[in-house]
């Protein structure tokens, strides 16, 4: 499996509307007993909620819905999430 990473740690999304406090939302459910069908859909809600533009949003929730890993969706959530703070992911 490949994963993209930016190029500099300049944050991408100008208007942040996650942050920390997600990601921290985020892994509590992922430690959690939730089925991974409702993961899942947490992590697109997620994507969906953060800014930036919708084709990578769009991108980004098409692979969360055709995985059957649940730690890949953890990474793809967080991976977004972590790109609109500019850590580089």
């Not at 406090?21 to 969906?48: H, N, T, W």
């Amino acid at each position: 499996m490949q994963f993209n990473t930016q190029s500099s740690s300049k944050a991408r999304l100008k208007n942040d509307t996650l942050g920390e406090d997600a990601l921290q939302r985020l892994y509590g459910i992922y430690e959690s007993s939730l089925p991974f069908g409702q993961f899942k859909q947490v992590c697109e809600d997620m994507v969906q909620s953060g800014g930036g533009k919708q084709a990578r949003k769009d991108e980004i929730i098409s692979a969360i819905r055709s995985t059957t890993s649940r730690e890949v969706a953890l990474k793809k959530a967080q991976d977004f999430i972590l790109a609109g703070l500019g850590l580089g992911v």
